[in-house]
């Protein structure tokens, strides 16, 4: 079983639409979480963060966490022609001296169609 | 903030010789910095975690005589290929725990690695 799993896709949204990319792990005891885009050949861009239960927004990002259910979402919103790259959904290790080790996921490809 | 910096952004060389590649947190200081290889269509590989002052952790499978890190200040972590072989290449990217929130990770731009 993977560490952390995401739909390879392609996702493919039209523009405006809301994009819902979804990502699940397997270690109990993670404790942050991550979502990076990335751009064909480039490197890896922080977009957010989440530690706690819930949601956190930030423009038009919408991290979701639950970790009973080992799952952490990122819904993007008014999707722009721009979004479209590869979300990486990454996950901290929850074993003591880990040394916040980040565990990437494969990624989900977006394009955001006009 | 948190700006990270790789050198070189690409490099050719022939099968055999030995690369360098530096990784500079640009305005904080970096105790923590991470090397990742990345090949067509996969995701980031964690190879090594590097501790200003200290040797590297390598991960398992990872040969350490042949990817030699140094991170010998709070700014800089070199990553040397040595006798780079045409299957050293890849996509190499450095990143750099910050230093307000050390659960994150910053990025640099990356060093892609061609071995002829």
């Known amino acids: 079983q993977k560490e952390v799993e995401q739909n390879s896709g392609p996702l493919s949204v039209p523009e405006g639409a809301i994009a819902s990319l979804n990502c699940t792990y397997s270690d109990r005891g993670s404790q942050s979480f991550f979502w990076y885009r990335q751009y064909s050949g480039k490197s890896p861009e922080l977009i957010m963060s989440i530690y706690s239960n819930g949601d956190k927004e930030d423009g038009r990002f919408t991290a979701q966490l639950n970790k009973a259910s080992q799952y952490v979402s990122l819904l993007i919103r008014d999707s722009q022609p721009s979004d479209s790259a590869t979300y990486l959904c990454a996950v901290t290790s929850g074993l003591t001296g880990g040394g916040n080790k980040l565990t990437f996921g494969t990624g989900t490809q977006l394009k955001v169609e006009l | 903030g948190a700006v990270v910096s790789q050198h070189p952004s690409w490099v050719i060389c022939k099968s055999g010789t030995s690369v360098k590649i530096e990784c500079r947190s640009l305005?904080?200081?970096?105790?923590?910095m991470f090397w990742y290889r990345q090949f067509p269509k996969q995701s980031l590989m964690l190879m090594a975690t590097s501790n200003e002052g200290s040797k590297a952790t390598y991960e398992q499978g990872v040969e350490k005589d042949k990817f030699l890190i140094n991170h010998a200040s709070l700014t800089l972590s070199t990553l040397t290929v040595t006798s780079a072989h045409p299957e050293d290449s890849s996509f190499y990217i450095c990143s750099a725990r910050g230093d307000r929130d050390f659960n994150e990770q910053f990025f640099g731009p990356g060093t892609r690695l061609t071995v002829l």
């Open positions: 305005d904080f200081q970096a105790t923590t």
